[in-house]
């Protein structure tokens, strides 16, 4: 089983609906963040968590909201979806102090 | 606004060619990092660089963090099918990480 687990795989919506994107972990890390990547923009940052009461907004929040449920658990909602958050979006986590980051596998996230 | 540049953003090379990627920062970095993302995967992390003009190897994979900690390379030494996917650079500052834009590298056998 995948360490850092994204559901749903895929997913298309319409314009002005709500929908939730899940991340858990099994790492037992701390910290935890949801990026969004676009074909030549890279990967950007849309929030981050470094424990259970922190949220942070990352260099694209607009549009986009979070909710930390425990230290294994961080959802990314879209709260009136539009054609231009289409994108694949990534979770990953690190451990305080640690080097690399894990990611999970991707939502691919459509909105028509 | 972006604080990471990569170039170039495609490379195709034949196999057997070098692969070389650039990432330079508008701000010093406390550190580097670089991923390699497969086609149709997600990004996996390759190495960290953090002292100023580090130079650090992977088999034919060589890493380089330059001397005022702006800029980093990563360099592809006879490229191989295997080498295919999107290299990204990753530069700390602060508590966080800002991912460079990406190079895609095709190769053709």
């Known amino acids: 089983d995948a360490d850092v687990t994204q559901t749903p795989r895929n997913r298309i919506t319409k314009t002005g609906k709500r929908i939730m994107l899940e991340c858990s972990q099994t790492k037992g890390h701390d910290r935890m963040y949801w990026y969004r990547q676009d074909p030549g923009l890279g990967l950007r940052l849309i929030y981050y968590s470094f424990d259970v009461k922190d949220i942070n907004k990352g260099e694209i929040s607009d549009g986009y909201s979070v909710s930390r449920q425990a230290q294994a658990k961080f959802s990314l909602s879209l709260e009136s979806a539009i054609p231009n958050q289409t994108a694949l979006y990534f979770c990953?986590?690190?451990?305080?102090?640690?080097?690399?980051?894990?990611f999970g596998q991707g939502t691919r996230l459509t909105v028509v | 606004g972006q604080q990471v540049m990569q170039i170039p953003q495609y490379q195709h090379v034949q196999e057997g060619e070098d692969f070389t990627t650039y990432c330079n920062s508008s701000?010093?970095?406390?550190?580097i990092q670089w991923y390699k993302q497969r086609p149709g995967g997600h990004p996996v992390f390759l190495i960290q660089?953090?002292?100023?003009?580090e130079v650090k190897k992977q088999k034919r994979l060589t890493f380089q963090f330059g001397e005022a900690k702006k800029n980093s390379s990563l360099h592809i030494t006879a490229t191989q099918t295997t080498d295919v996917g999107t290299y990204f650079c990753?530069?700390?500052?602060?508590?966080?990480?800002?991912f460079g834009t990406g190079t895609s590298l095709t190769v053709i056998p």
């Open positions: 660089l953090v002292k100023s003009g």
């Open positions: 990753a530069g700390r500052t602060g508590n966080q990480f800002y």
């Open positions: 701000t010093t970095l406390s550190n």
């Open positions: 990953a986590t690190t451990r305080t102090g640690g080097t690399e980051a894990f």
